[in-house]
Nanobody, 124 residues
């Protein structure tokens, strides 16, 4: 019954922007921390950003420099990741995840509900 579905990933050129969406069903996002992660072949799943139930936000990528914004629309039960000025190194499968707690973590092991992922490819 619990489900997270990501969308919005596609092929873009360097410097362009994307907004990824994650729609939750079967439960409400209120009261949980929500994270975005990414993974490339042969690499560990990497924490990108997180927002807790009180609106506290944390970005984890060293390459962020203001390019990433996580947000949540509780009325739509949807979490978003706005990604600006995309770079080739941002190419990955992006996942949203929910932690059964109201504070953030950068580590995938702390999250219990996961979406199927959406592919982001940044290339000229």
């Amino acid at each position: 019954q619990l489900q997270l579905v990501e969308s919005g990933g596609r092929l873009v050129q360097p410097g362009e922007s994307l907004r990824l969406s994650c729609v939750a069903s079967g439960f409400t996002l209120d009261g949980y921390a929500i994270g975005w992660f990414r993974q490339v072949p042969g690499k560990e799943r990497e924490g990108v950003s997180c927002i807790n139930s009180r609106g506290g936000r944390t970005n984890y990528l060293e390459s962020d420099q203001g390019r990433l914004t996580i947000s949540v629309d509780k009325a739509k039960n949807t979490v978003y990741l706005q990604m600006n000025n995309l770079k080739p190194d941002d190419t990955a499968v992006y996942y949203c995840a929910v932690r059964n707690a109201d504070f953030c973590s950068r580590y995938a092991v702390n999250y219990v509900y996961w979406g199927q992922g959406t592919q982001v490819t940044v290339s000229s």
